[in-house]
């Protein structure tokens, strides 16, 4: 068995956070600072239990079997919302109306994605991480076939809205169970590739949807995006599993067998019979009192919000710019057109994959064994410099017509800083709010999503007015203006944690 250590004891880690080989221990002190010696080699962070169940004790192929089947549904997420950007002028011609009327229709769904996944979290902690994935997936399944069927654009749009309500929890559950199966030294690599899973779904979803207008009409298009949920439900169900599990109380975690032990699990019947669980009530007070402590609020309502602001807004209006003159492409090239932003978002991918663990084992090498989560901070300065330069290089282009090339590189430049800054950010919320992961990620969310909504209706006005460069090229300003929000945690966040500490987990 690995070391036992108190809650309160200062604990000692490995400084190869990155490394697979050695074993690594840690706990915070009281003020979030992680202690590190390189030469202990024989525990974990956390401490694992002895039983079995423990998913930090299950065997490497069921943890990555669980998240492959949460990164599907999260590659689902916002691919299912952008999925019909490149459809907007076949069902402008189904309902007779104009192009810019009809991509509102992205709008509430984009909208309720943020309450979406703020009201989710209350029932993963109170019934288990698998039965709200289960139900997402399914739920999503059915409003996406009632889109494809829908008569009018008013039902197609409260379809679509729902849509954005129900399919967004595997954007929220998803730290929470990275944090559920995976050691301290694991989990950066972990939330990129989850963070990937769903940056990539934007560009992904109208790439296939863009080749697959040409062959079938929109309302096939949508049947193909059920039949991926139906494909995400399928995994959930054969390599899902409830990663909630209660270390200080074993008496109180769910044990369910066989088949029917299965559904019990995926429906949350077991999770409602589930003792020693916080109620929905305290849930809730736990969600509000974290909501707007500094260290959580500034990165995320400012510097993260304006990212996504200007990222959704390049994707939900990139066809509007391609299509007319001077560039007149066809429904083909613009589905390639959406290559680049993939591109990028893999190139961010690969990057994260390393950049993050050099800055904490280069950290912890420099501070004597001190790590202070602030240090995850210092992901979001590329991240700064590639957002700003994308928008610039964007709406240059743009103004004064360009090569296509142009759009192409400064929409792939923008969404590796929208995937490094997520994943930054992402990794620092977690190691300041490691009993609240669920809570803190919905936020997180939230914010994001906020300002994906808002751009909808003023972008493309915008660019009208002001021109191409004007426009982008405040955003980039802005942009660069909101970074100051980042360096104003790393200055003051430790300080804040110190003075304003989260509440005690409830589990």
């Known amino acids: 068995m690995a070391k036992d250590f108190s809650k309160d004891e200062k604990v000692e880690v490995s400084a190869d956070v990155g490394s697979s080989i050695h074993h690594k221990?840690?706990?915070?002190?009281?003020?979030?600072?992680?202690?590190?010696?390189?030469?202990?080699?024989?525990?974990?962070?956390?401490?694992?239990?002895?039983?079995?169940?423990?998913?930090?004790?299950?065997?490497?192929?069921k943890k990555h079997q669980v998240?492959?089947?949460?990164?599907?549904?999260?590659?689902?997420?916002?691919?299912?919302?952008?999925?019909?950007?490149?459809?907007?002028?076949?069902?402008?011609?189904?309902?007779?109306?104009?192009?810019?009327?009809?991509?509102?229709?992205?709008?509430?769904?984009?909208?309720?994605?943020?309450?979406?996944?703020?009201?989710?979290?209350?029932l993963v902690q109170r019934y288990g991480r698998l039965p709200v994935l289960f139900w997402s997936q399914v739920l999503s399944c059915i409003v996406?076939?009632?889109?494809?069927?829908a008569p009018t654009y008013a039902g197609f749009t409260a379809c679509r809205t729902l849509q954005g309500f129900f399919n967004t929890a595997p954007q929220?559950?998803?730290?929470?169970?990275?944090?559920?199966?995976?050691?301290?030294?694991?989990?950066?690599?972990?939330?990129?590739?989850?963070?990937?899973?769903?940056?990539?779904?934007?560009?992904?979803?109208?790439?296939?949807?863009?080749?697959?207008?040409?062959?079938?009409?929109?309302?096939?298009?949508?049947?193909?995006?059920?039949?991926?949920?139906?494909?995400?439900?399928?995994?959930?169900?054969?390599?899902?599993?409830?990663?909630?599990?209660?270390?200080?109380?074993?008496?109180?975690?769910?044990?369910?067998?066989?088949?029917?032990?299965?559904?019990?699990?995926?429906?949350?019947?077991?999770?409602?019979?589930?003792?020693?669980?916080?109620?929905?009530?305290?849930?809730?007070k736990d969600l509000i009192a974290i909501?707007?402590?500094?260290?959580?609020?500034?990165?995320?309502?400012?510097?993260?919000?304006?990212?996504?602001?200007?990222?959704?807004?390049?994707?939900?209006?990139?066809?509007?710019?391609?299509?007319?003159?001077p560039y007149l492409f066809s429904d083909t090239a613009a589905a390639l057109l959406f290559l680049a932003p993939m591109i990028g978002v893999l190139c961010a991918e690969a990057w994260g994959h390393f950049f993050n663990d050099w800055l904490c084992n280069n950290y912890i090498k420099k501070h004597n064994g001190i790590y202070k989560p602030e240090n995850r901070l210092f992901g979001c300065w590329p991240a700064v410099v590639f957002s700003v330069c994308s928008?610039?290089?964007?709406?240059?282009?743009?103004?004064?017509?360009?090569?296509?090339?142009?759009?192409?590189?400064?929409?792939?430049?923008n969404s590796f800083a929208m995937l490094a800054a997520t994943t930054a950010i992402s990794a620092y919320v977690l190691d300041c709010f490691p009993g609240h992961a669920a809570l803190a990620s919905s936020w997180v969310n939230f914010w994001r999503v906020v300002g994906g909504f808002v751009i909808t209706y003023f972008n493309m006005k915008w660019v009208v007015h002001s021109g191409a460069a004007v426009a982008f090229g405040c955003q980039g300003a802005i942009?660069?203006?909101?970074?100051?929000?980042?360096?104003?945690?790393?200055?003051?966040?430790?300080?804040?944690?110190?003075?304003?500490?989260?509440?005690?987990?409830?589990?």
């Open 25 to 61: 221990a840690a706990e915070t002190t009281s003020d979030g600072t992680y202690i590190v010696d390189t030469k202990l080699q024989d525990a974990l962070i956390p401490q694992p239990s002895d039983d079995p169940a423990d998913p930090l004790n299950w065997a490497w192929g």
């Open 67 to 122: 998240l492959v089947a949460l990164t599907f549904s999260a590659l689902l997420t916002d691919w299912g919302m952008t999925w019909g950007t490149t459809l907007f002028e076949a069902q402008a011609e189904t309902w007779g109306m104009s192009i810019v009327d009809i991509s509102n229709s992205l709008s509430g769904g984009i909208f309720l994605q943020g309450p979406g996944g703020v009201l989710a979290v209350p």
């Open 144 to 149: 996406v076939i009632g889109a494809s069927q």
């Open 172 to 284: 929220v559950i998803g730290l929470t169970i990275i944090h559920d199966m995976f050691f301290f030294h694991e989990r950066t690599r972990k939330i990129n590739f989850w963070a990937f899973s769903f940056l990539v779904g934007p560009y992904l979803g109208p790439f296939i949807a863009g080749f697959l207008i040409q062959k079938i009409n929109w309302r096939q298009d949508f049947g193909v995006l059920a039949a991926f949920h139906g494909f995400a439900i399928i995994l959930v169900v054969l390599f899902g599993d409830e990663t909630l599990f209660d270390r200080d109380h074993p008496e109180n975690n769910v044990k369910a067998d066989g088949i029917l032990g299965k559904i019990e699990l995926l429906t949350g019947i077991a999770g409602l019979r589930a003792t020693g669980r916080p109620t929905l009530k305290t849930v809730f």
């Open 291 to 325: 909501s707007y402590l500094p260290y959580l609020i500034l990165p995320c309502s400012i510097f993260l919000l304006v990212v996504y602001l200007w990222a959704i807004g390049i994707t939900t209006s990139v066809t509007q710019f391609i299509k007319p003159p």
């Open 391 to 413: 928008l610039v290089l964007y709406g240059q282009t743009l103004q004064h017509s360009l090569s296509w090339a142009g759009i192409a590189v400064g929409w792939g430049m």
């Open 479 to 507: 942009v660069f203006a909101s970074f100051g929000s980042i360096i104003v945690v790393q200055l003051y966040g430790h300080k804040w944690r110190v003075r304003y500490p989260a509440p005690a987990a409830e589990n």
